[in-house]
């Protein structure tokens, strides 16, 4: 085998990649080994902690047991109600011995000791642990670790009855080795605990060599913080180590050393790398001597399918790879040649998909843009111009959603036909996306661009019959044109589509871009983006404007009106940003500001003896709210207000929405008391059979009706005269807004309106100066004001 052959360099790569591999193997295992030791190490002593907790646990509850068999002697509760303190000492002596206990006191119910096992040390003194005194009377027992003469205890407390709480003894056991040794059998763990101090006192399983090669680190652990996993030495072994505070009653350190030898944890670490390595090194050399077999076989075949690779490579799909062979390497060459026309066919197939519509066959957004900007470059040589118009489908979604997605994808096929149909052979038409599409032409003139769009609106004209339905479909298209509106694609295309949106707003079929129209957009989507944070950060306001009635002439109701002072652009109306909420989905979250804000202010205002409904407008997206019932009477619970002090009004159009389902939230809030209002009553759609289900209690006039109420217009007396006596047929108070004058304010009461509302009344006002005309207004006269 010649060193420079291609069989020599293909074993000698087969070679060194085996090598790597196995390399790679080796180190893989070993550091996940480490890694995996390292992490198995940090949880064993997490857990050991764990175990040491419940060990104590466990021992408190048994230590209680004994504190009870002490505390239910009869003798004993005798001696402490006589206050024989002799007999008291050597009952807690006696009991101290039985139980091993190293500490027993008596304590009063003062938490003063009054006996001890400690020669009298701590009698006369309070009890160095108030808090387990304290438990221990809530509870009926407590049990906690302390530090008493540099050693860690663990002190059990229960109350001696008799039948009431006479006194309470507490028994100390220290902390000693055969609790370390548990958990060290337990977990097998190294464990050490002292108190911390200058020269702390151990109680560790560790030999008594390695003790003292760990004071210096626990003297270093006293003044750091807890708690620290980190590696310890002690001699010449290395530990994985976890130094922690123990938790005490008596805010007292004491700390403990967990430890796990790292030799040890390592030794079926070692064992298994050694049976890698030597797993390892069999397989490489099996795999060696398969190489040079495998070397010997492919040289020749495997040029010519690298050649044949070339020619892919160059785009070459003709000349096919001829190899004689019949095993698998012609196989290979047969499949390389299969692969070689599927990828040409390929190719081409996702050139066409890459740049056209896979449902219309129309070009995309990715052509149409290609074709956009030659067409502008061209233009711009000829100096001529360039019109587009981009249009979306009106009602789309309606159609998708009533009569399902294959009906609205047949829909979209058939409008592109028909566009296709429409324009000249040298315009490009294209679907953007969803039911967007575009057309792009050269024009003399803003006049030809129009007449595209005409075009396209006749061919809309006739119904398109799908499947058994017919269906009407009109579009909203905006115009622009090159270099008039804008000088290069991507601005030439967002010039269309803020036109089209504009003929989407104003119900038109189209509009021509106007210069500005842009920052509009731009100002919309900010106050958008700034809506959703406008609650958290307080810029939301609630005005009150009042509702005084015609008969007594006194401010009875008040409506909540939202306003938003914007850091930017000041104070904005609710008709600037309430659509813009329901548009974007965030309109629930502003109802719900307004009705706690409300509801609160309600309640205020009548714990002040204002006696005062509040009425809050509903939309269209809160009627599909189910939860709103529920959330507001949990609001006027919280608050202490009676759910006839709010007026919930919603208009005749957010009704007509979805009735059926519009009629069960209403019912549902007026079984819950809520008083409910029909805004803006007579520029909806409502009929009156459609008005008599629904369960309200006022209707509001609108204020087109009731503005010129006072110059005599006939028409709106009539209007007004028959919707009061309509309401007041059907049981309904009757609400005018829009009251401006006196004259209006006097026709109103003639025509005996209950209620009017509008500038002649009140501005509305902040909640403060609202609270302020209430008590001045000879509206709200006689409103006692607030000391």
Request: glycine content about 8%; some cysteine.
């Amino acid at each position: 085998m010649r060193a420079r052959s291609f069989q020599a360099r293909l074993f000698l790569l087969m070679v060194c990649v085996l090598v790597l591999l196995q390399g790679a193997t080796l180190i893989a295992v070993h550091v996940a080994g480490r890694e995996n030791l390292r992490n198995t190490l940090a949880e064993e002593l997490n857990v050991g902690s764990r175990v040491l907790a419940k060990i104590l646990q466990a021992r408190g509850r048994r230590y209680s047991e004994t504190v009870r068999v002490l505390a239910s002697d009869f003798a004993f509760r005798e001696a402490i109600a006589s206050g024989d303190r002799p007999t008291i000492t050597s009952v807690l002596t006696n009991h101290g011995a039985r139980t091993a206990a190293d500490a027993v006191f008596l304590i009063s119910l003062e938490g003063a000791v009054e006996a001890d096992t400690l020669g009298g040390r701590f009698v006369g003194h309070a009890f160095p642990v108030p808090g387990l005194v304290a438990r221990a009377r809530a509870e009926g027992e407590s049990s906690g670790l302390v530090s008493l003469d540099a050693r860690p205890f663990q002190f059990v407390v229960v109350p001696v009855l008799a039948p009431q709480p006479i006194a309470l003894v507490c028994i100390g056991f220290t902390i000693d080795s055969e609790v370390l040794e548990d958990l060290r059998h337990l977990a097998g763990l190294e464990v050490t605990l002292w108190s911390a101090g200058e020269h702390p006192r151990l109680i560790s399983t560790l030999s008594p060599q390695k003790q003292e090669q760990a004071q210096p680190r626990l003297r270093e652990f006293a003044i750091g913080e807890a708690p620290l996993h980190e590696t310890i030495w002690l001699g010449d072994d290395a530990y994985e180590s976890l130094l922690q505070s123990l938790p005490t009653e008596d805010k007292s350190r004491i700390d403990m050393l967990l430890q796990r030898s790292i030799a040890e944890a390592q030794r079926p670490l070692r064992s298994l790398e050694l049976q890698v390595f030597g797993l390892s090194s069999v397989a490489l050399l099996a795999a060696l001597l398969a190489a040079v077999l495998f070397s010997r076989s492919i040289s020749s075949p495997l040029r010519r399918l690298a050649e044949g690779a070339q020619r892919i490579e160059r785009g070459d799909y003709a000349a096919a790879i001829e190899i004689a062979q019949h095993d698998e390497i012609g196989r290979l060459a047969t499949a390389f040649n299969k692969m070689q026309h599927g990828i040409s066919e390929r190719e081409e197939q996702i050139r066409h998909q890459a740049t056209h519509d896979g449902l219309t066959g129309l070009p995309n957004r990715t052509l149409f843009l290609d074709r956009l900007a030659h067409a502008l470059a061209g233009a711009k040589r000829r100096k001529q111009m360039v019109g587009m118009v981009m249009m979306d489908l009106d009602r789309f979604k309606e159609v998708n959603d009533t009569l399902g997605h294959k009906f609205g994808d047949d829909l979209l096929v058939e409008f592109g036909r028909r566009l296709r149909q429409t324009i000249r052979e040298s315009d490009s038409v294209a679907r953007l996306g969803g039911d967007e599409f575009a057309v792009m032409f050269d024009v003399g003139a803003e006049s030809d661009a129009i007449d595209a769009a005409h075009r396209i609106s006749r061919a809309l004209e006739t119904p398109f019959a799908l499947g058994g339905v017919s269906i009407d479909v009109k579009a909203s298209m905006g115009i622009a044109l090159y270099p008039i509106h804008a000088d290069d694609a991507d601005a030439f295309m967002k010039r269309a589509d803020v036109a089209m949106y504009d003929a989407k707003r104003n119900h038109s079929s189209f509009a021509v871009y106007e210069p500005g129209r842009d920052e509009h957009s731009l100002r919309r989507l900010a106050i958008l983006s700034d809506l959703r944070h406008a609650i958290a950060s307080g810029e939301l306001e609630l005005h009150y404007q009042p509702k005084v009635e015609l008969r007594t002439e006194k401010a009875i109701h008040a409506e909540a009106l939202v306003r938003w002072r914007h850091p930017v652009h000041g104070m904005m109306p609710p008709n600037e940003f309430i659509p813009l909420a329901e548009q974007s989905g965030n309109i629930g979250m502003i109802t719900k500001w307004v009705l706690k804000k409300a509801i609160a202010d309600c309640a205020e205002w009548n714990r002040q003896r204002l006696e005062l409904a509040v009425a809050v407008n509903l939309s269209v997206i809160d009627l599909h709210d189910e939860d709103l019932p529920t959330f507001t009477s949990g609001l006027l619970h919280d608050a202490g207000l009676e759910p006839s002090r709010l007026v919930l009004e919603i208009t005749e159009s957010a009704v007509m929405k979805d009735s059926a389902f519009a009629q069960r939230v209403l019912a549902d809030l007026k079984a819950r008391g809520i008083g409910l209002a029909i805004d803006d009553y007579g520029t909806g759609y409502s009929s009156l059979a459609h008005l008599k289900r629904l369960p309200v209690d006022e209707l509001k006039i609108d204020k087109s009706f009731v503005v010129s109420l006072g110059d005599g217009a006939p028409e709106d007396t009539v209007i007004v005269r028959s919707t009061i006596e309509l309401g007041h047929n059907m049981g309904l108070k009757v609400v005018a807004e829009g009251v401006e004058n006196p004259e209006a304010f006097e026709a109103l009461r003639r025509l005996g309106c209950d209620m009017a509302q509008g500038y002649y009344v009140s501005r509305p006002l902040a909640a403060a100066e609202f609270r302020q005309w209430m008590t001045e207004s000879r509206w709200g006269a006689g409103v006692p004001a607030v000391p």
